[in-house]
C-alpha cells in the first residue's frame, strides 16, 4: 500500500476465520503502530462494513486468493470524514498516549552526522 492524502493507508479485513491488518509500506515505525491501532480501534469498537467495501475498492481485484464471500467486512483508513472513522482515531491515540507509543530517538553515527555537515557546508565537525 502507498499513501497520499486520501488514499488508502491502512486497511481491515474481517474473515470468517481471522482478521488482517495491512498498512503504508513506506511509512515510520510510528505511524505505522498507529496505523495499527486504528485498525484494531475499529475491531474494540465493534464497526464494521459491507462486504463490497468502503474503501471503493473490488474485493475481487484486492483478493486473489481469498473468496469474497468469507470476508465478512472490510475498512479502509483514508481519510477521517465519517463517524466510525473519527471514533477510531479517538481510540488509537488515546491508547498510543496510554502505551506511551513516542518516537525512537534517531540514533547516527557521530561521523555520519560530522559528514553530513561538511556536505551541507556548515562547518560543524
Request: charged share 25%; proline share 5%; net charge negative.
Amino acid at each position: 500500500m502507498s499513501g497520499a492524502d486520501d488514499e488508502l493507508c491502512g486497511l481491515w479485513v474481517e474473515l470468517d476465520t481471522a482478521d488482517y491488518i495491512f498498512f503504508e509500506a513506506s511509512t515510520s515505525p510510528l505511524h505505522r503502530d498507529h496505523i495499527v491501532l486504528h485498525e484494531i480501534s475499529h475491531m474494540l469498537l465493534g464497526h464494521s462494513s459491507s462486504s463490497d467495501t468502503s474503501t471503493g475498492a473490488n474485493l475481487g481485484e484486492l483478493f486473489t486468493t481469498i473468496d469474497p464471500r468469507t470476508v465478512r467486512s472490510v475498512l479502509g483508513r483514508a481519510n477521517f470524514s465519517s463517524p466510525q472513522e473519527r471514533e477510531a482515531e479517538q481510540l488509537a491515540t488515546r491508547i498510543a498516549k496510554l502505551a506511551k507509543l513516542t518516537p525512537l530517538p534517531k540514533t547516527r553515527d557521530p561521523e555520519l552526522d560530522r559528514l553530513d555537515a561538511a556536505l551541507r557546508g556548515d562547518g560543524r565537525r
